[in-house]
């Protein structure tokens, strides 16, 4: 079965407000990368984790391993955060698998 | 900055026919992924390779080839390309080691008519 569950699948946020993305995870993972797809297509790295978490500006990651989960909050959401945002997680292999995305619009 | 660079970036392509997606990378990065995106999906991988010479299945090979002729390349062939492989194609690499943080390119939008 899938081993990376991401939730929501979509989420609207007014401008100025914050939320929380999750995935949680069917097994043990070693680390946890946060990704966004913007408009024009393309995938930008955001946070990779093998653990604790990690702040960049209004977005910050947490990744606990024991609990199988890792979240990405947003605050303060401006328009240009809207996208669809992905976390991908690996564990005994060499290749992470995918979360199916939060669709994110962010409305004035 | 880790740079990937996928081409071509939109191809439409007939049913049947040969489609070649090229990826190059110059982290010299020993692993190289190929995924496809499509709503609902997320990313799912197609074939992965450790170096140069290998190729490894991913979680979703069937319809696919994929060729590693160098560090630097990573190719996605698709011998007779159907209307089910439309989709979006991402290239990415990696440092050697499980779970190393990845770098995408832009992505190469596929349509087959």
């Known amino acids: 079965g899938d081993q990376v569950e991401q939730s929501p699948s979509a989420l609207s946020l007014h401008e100025g407000t914050g939320s929380a993305l999750r995935c949680n995870f069917t097994t043990t993972m070693r680390a946890v990368q946060w990704f966004r797809k913007n408009s024009r297509g393309s995938l930008i790295n955001l946070f990779y984790l093998a653990s604790g978490t990690k702040e960049n500006g209004r977005l910050k990651s947490a990744f606990d391993s024991k609990e199988r989960y890792s979240t990405l909050h947003i605050r303060d959401a401006q328009l240009e955060d809207s996208g669809t945002y992905f976390c991908a997680a690996g564990n005994s292999g060499t290749y992470q698998r995918f979360g199916t995305g939060t669709k994110l619009q962010v409305v004035p | 900055e880790a740079a990937v660079t996928q081409s071509p970036r939109n191809k439409v392509a007939v049913t049947g026919g040969k489609v070649t997606l090229s990826c190059n990378q110059t982290?010299?990065?020993?692993?190289m992924y190929w995924y496809r995106q499509d709503t609902g999906h997320g990313l799912r991988l197609i074939h992965y390779s450790y170096g140069a010479g290998s190729t490894e299945k991913g979680d979703i090979p069937d319809g696919y080839k994929a060729s590693r002729p160098s560090q630097e390349n990573f190719s996605l062939i698709l011998e007779l390309a159907t209307p089910s492989q439309t989709s979006v194609y991402f290239c990415a690499s990696g440092d050697e080691g499980a779970n190393t943080e990845v770098f995408f390119g832009k992505g190469t939008r596929l349509t087959v008519v």
């Open positions: 982290n010299n990065h020993n692993n």
